[in-house]
């Protein structure tokens, strides 16, 4: 039984510079999709400027015109598939492909923040949990080194880890909302071409 419990303990003490490690990118990778929002605040903000107006006007009549492809940028998630969705106008088949592509781009986008809000806390949680054996023994002894040495990385682990689950969780959130109305102007303009052909 000893064995047994000194070899859980062995594992889970080699788990613990892995553990940090995986929170150090983590938390690089959440830096670096806070910083992806500025790109695709500006490409919603030049799909906002230059198409949302003219979705208040469109009809079947006048939906080429307004949505002529000089005035659909070639950056920006919704932008990109616009330009597509355009150019599939003479095809409903190819229409409905690019509606349905347009949903797994964003499902892959999302999957990343996703990924931060459930990976971050549990990460946070295992770097809190394995140095805290090692403080046990060096409270037991009487080490005090050792324990404040196990608790500081305790809770700078678990600092960490909410702070990466935060980033996801926010970023998962607005990036949600943003993504289903931007699929609903898809699905809106679609039918309008759709109308015009039937």
Same mark, same amino acid.
């Given at each position: ?17 892995? /553990? ?72 409903? /088949? ?105």
């Amino acid at each position: 039984m000893d064995t047994i419990i000194q070899t859980l303990y062995w594992i889970s003490s080699g788990l613990l510079i892995p /553990v940090i490690v995986l929170l150090l990118l983590f938390l690089a990778q959440g830096l670096m999709v806070i910083g992806g929002f500025y790109g695709l605040y500006a490409s919603r903000l030049a799909f906002n400027k230059s198409i949302k107006p003219a979705l208040e006007d469109i009809t079947a009549n006048n939906a080429a015109e307004l949505l002529s492809s000089d005035k659909v940028r070639k950056t920006g998630l919704v932008n990109v598939y616009l330009d597509k969705l355009l150019g599939a106008k003479e095809s409903a /088949v190819r229409a409905e492909k690019t509606l349905a592509d347009f949903e797994m781009a964003c499902e892959e986008d999302l999957s990343t923040v996703k990924t931060l809000a459930k990976i971050g806390p549990i990460l946070g949680l295992m770097g809190t949990l394995i140095p805290m054996g090692p403080a046990l023994v060096g409270l037991a002894s009487g080490d005090m080194g050792t324990l404040a040495q196990n608790m500081q990385v305790a809770f700078a682990t678990t600092v960490v880890g909410l702070l990466i689950g935060a980033i996801g969780f926010f970023c998962t959130q607005i990036k949600t909302r943003w993504y289903a109305a931007d699929l609903n102007d898809l699905e809106f303009i679609y039918a309008i071409m759709n109308e015009k052909q039937s």
